[in-house]
């Protein structure tokens, strides 16, 4: 067996994530672990508890960081919140919709479904007559479709899901640090993320968050959640106990590079970390319209931090892209499902939303389109 | 809000994990991001199959990484081999069976159970009569009881379960890398590890190895995995398919880690290693029995890497530890379930298995006790 010495390529990401890591994180990850139960390790637990809480914009006690991908994010909220035969309403416009139905499923709930076509946001009206026919526990909603590109408006499905008195779950994998994200204003009952996307640490981890509403519903469960791991009247003892009780052992390096990725949007400061994307994102449209790439999303649904483009007609897509990462090192995202070949997402994401990115990425593709 | 910079304390790790990490591991972590489909990536996760392959003593193809700690590869491998309604005997002598029984009660298992007093291993002829009384799909079995230091025979027992027709699945988090471990020789169809104890990587992932025969089962199943994230079905075309598919962004920088340290398993050599845990368990044996501690376990059966000690007479077992902790900078771990406040756990697993760690906690105990 031949293990080689690790010498990764010191690529540009610009896909959909993982974003470029400031070194400031990477050192974070490289100071010495300390035990998952050691005071200091409890003390960086808070701290980042905290870092939750400012990021997501809530007060909500039950904030604390999953020990897995933003997809067992997902699953965390949805097997907490769902008992078998719970009615739910999930709404899908893309694959990440239609992963939180899938796991529903899994989860025993009987699914409902509204759907809108991939590249468009839900309509509010379609929920809304969804609700009169029946009462779901939860309408779980992206509010940023990573396969699409599409920025989901919440503001008037959220009240109409609490009119119906449903819980509301929402997907913020790629909004996050990056667009405008209040869970207390927009009474989110649940959201997960992930922490390579605009956040800019590496992958690994998936910040959370549930509503005291959200945390009644799981102290009402009858039954057990149907993970173990995922179970939250447990973790939540680790993370918010007087006790601290051992549930299972953190990944303590990981929660270091988090940490240090919390200190660095604090800094910033979150209102000018979104504008920045804002600004970074208008700029890169003028360039790919320029090179002959066209918008999959209409322009007031369009997320900043991920650039779906058809691919011009003609270009060998898989091609170029393949020549973009191998000949110019930089990353970026093919379509995902139905979009397959067809669209590419194009990444500006916390680290790699900057000018020099735009330029890197554009004066490559001069010379391959 | 105040985070303050990441310093955490530079702790000598001699509890049940995490254990120190070599700094070649440390600064593999802090080598630039890139992304989870690219070719580069796919190249070092091959090349951790392959680690995780020498490491287990498998040719499992089946032989992988879940992307987040120890308890989830517990979860993994329970969840796809259970469908609901099938009955299961699991061995519970200590905190890591009962969970594997809770697991799989909430996979929806007919759970039977054996057992032994925590601190004694299971007695084959227990497992040889429950055998006689039904046709498990599958005998799960600690081989390294963390919460008692208990080293589990396994040779005996694998044959009944292999007459029986059943699957066997095996913990080793704390043995693995540190003790005799053979999936093929001992012919283990789904064992999962950890990767913060002899293998001393953070904690975060857990190696997990399925038999030709596992996967038959798997393929079998008339029911979806209830866990989405931890599906095998699509977690394998991510790790071995013809086209790499996409299912959750890995946790790049903690793979890193993990090539690293399996590059210093593989230098040393298993069986070196191996020697070096029993070798430095025989000097800390000789040196905490000097100091009045006595082993909780027979001796035929102890983990070398995990020493479980009964606290001494009047001693304030929690002050001592803490002490040890705060002033001297070593962690120990102290009882877990019905032996907490009763017994310490010591660890001498992977980096932290050397003498001058002995020469650390014996010279600080002096002081203390």
């Not at 009119?163 to 405008?180: F, N």
């Not at 303590?252 to 600004?279: F, K, W």
Request: charged share 20%; with cysteine.
């Amino acid at each position: 067996m031949n293990m080689t010495e690790l010498k990764p390529a010191n690529r540009v990401l610009m896909g959909p994530g993982p974003s470029d890591i400031n070194p400031r994180v990477l050192q974070a990850m490289s100071k010495p672990v300390i035990g998952h139960l050691d005071p200091d390790f409890l003390t960086i637990m808070d701290e980042i508890k905290s870092g939750v809480q400012a990021t997501f914009r809530t007060e909500n006690d039950l904030s604390f960081v999953v020990s897995a991908p933003g997809s067992a994010g997902m699953e965390t909220c949805l097997v907490n919140l769902i008992e078998p035969g719970d009615e739910v309403l999930i709404c899908i416009h893309g694959v990440f919709g239609g992963r939180m139905a899938d796991i529903a499923e899994r989860a025993g709930a009987k699914v409902h479904k509204v759907e809108a076509p991939w590249g468009e946001p839900i309509d509010p009206q379609q929920v809304k007559m969804a609700l009169e026919d029946m009462q779901p526990k939860l309408v779980a909603i992206v509010h940023a479709e990573t396969s699409t590109g599409v920025l989901q408006p919440l503001d008037e499905i959220s009240a109409m899901v609490h009119a119906a008195g449903a819980l509301l779950v929402v997907d913020a994998v790629t909004s996050y640090c990056g667009e405008d994200l209040d869970v207390d204003g927009w009474k989110i009952d649940a959201i997960y993320s992930g922490t390579q996307k605009c956040l800019s640490a590496p992958p690994g981890l998936s910040p959370v968050s549930f509503s005291p509403k959200a945390v009644a519903a799981l102290e009402q469960r009858k039954t057990k959640v149907q993970s173990w791991f995922l179970d939250l009247s447990m973790v939540k003892n680790y993370w918010a106990g007087a006790k601290r009780a051992y549930h299972h052992t953190a990944p303590v390096s990981s929660m270091y590079a988090l940490h240090e990725a919390y200190r660095i949007v604090l800094e910033e400061g979150l209102e000018n970390r979104i504008a920045r994307h804002r600004r970074n994102h208008q700029e890169l449209r003028a360039q790919l319209e320029s090179l002959g790439f066209e918008f999959l999303v209409a322009e007031q649904y369009r997320l900043p931090m991920l650039n779906a483009v058809y691919v011009p007609p003609g270009l060998d897509e898989g091609d170029v892209r393949k020549r973009l990462l191998l000949e110019h090192n930089i990353e970026v995202g093919g379509g995902l499902g139905k979009f397959a070949g067809k669209i590419w997402r194009i990444g500006l994401m916390g680290e790699s939303c900057t000018s020099n990115h735009i330029g890197m990425l554009t004066h490559a593709l001069r010379k391959l389109i």
